[in-house]
């Protein structure tokens, strides 16, 4: 009786993604990418030669990717430290929502190395990036300003500072003037 239901689970988990790459016209080989898999695991997944994934990272990935929550799949666990999702991560997910890009789209607008970092942002396990370029290239995909990202941005930094055992608060003037410097330059560069 178990094995005939695992195999119920595992043909409807196939057969959302199956469903899900036909009508998004996605090829199977940017969505291995996107998800950080290899081409013939997904064929394997959708032709049900292997069960579908039961590793939480994928099936969060994959979610993600299909704008469903990873909950949709049977064979989702709820990790017992649950992925919080800051505010960067929802920022950057309402100014996707604001330009009616769908995840597959906004994926597209990288190059294919840099789609599965931004899954991982947007699955929020994995934070903003430190380096400003990368930020600016989210930022210029959304249409979001130099000033609304940089915040963000200054935040992320600050956050490494401190875990790294710069003091804020006690080095407050010199912390003042590096993010003061880091605006002034940002603000008056002439790319986004």
Known sequence: MSAKKDSIITMKSSEMLYNFL??????KKDFA???GVTLSYVYNLIDETIPFSTRSTTLERIATV??????????????????????TTEFIREKQKAKNLSTVQFLKSFPRKQRLEI???????RPLPLDWEEVS?????????????????EARLKQLLQNSGFNIEANQGLSNAIF???RDFIYN????
């Open 22 to 27: 036909e009508n998004s016209n996605l090829h």
């Open 33 to 35: 990418q996107m998800i």
């Open 66 to 87: 299909m704008d469903i929550s990873p909950e949709e799949f049977a064979e989702y666990k709820i990790p017992q430290d649950p992925i919080v999702i800051d505010e």
């Open 119 to 125: 899954v991982d942002i947007l699955r929020g396990a």
């Open 137 to 153: 290239v989210i930022a210029q995909i959304l249409d979001i300003s130099k000033e609304e990202i940089y915040e963000y941005w």
């Open 180 to 182: 003061s410097c880091a």
């Open 189 to 192: 560069s002439k790319n986004h």
